[in-house]
């Protein structure tokens, strides 16, 4: 990936089948970006893996319309 962007909106298009919209990727880029100071490359894996719990666990994944 070649952004920290482009693999939230990746993993929001395979939970969600869509892209996160403006609201969403903010606050999705603060929670990321909270420790990027504690790994080396940029983004602490542990944040990456709470990411995409959060996903799975969200009505919009869990729930049909």
Same mark, same amino acid.
Request: glycine letters at 0%.
């Given at each position: 990936f070649t952004?920290? $962007?482009s =693999? #939230?909106?990746y993993g929001c298009q395979l939970t969600w089948g869509r892209s996160p919209n403006a609201d969403e #990727? *903010?606050?999705s =880029?603060?929670?990321i970006e *909270?420790?990027?100071e504690d790994s080396p490359s940029g983004v602490?894996?542990?944040k990456i893996t709470d990411f995409c719990?959060? #996903?799975l666990n $969200? $009505?919009?994944f869990i729930y049909l319309d």
């Open positions: 952004s920290i $962007s =693999l #939230l909106d #990727l *903010a606050t =880029l603060r929670f *909270a420790t990027a602490a894996k542990e719990h959060v #996903l $969200s $009505s919009e």
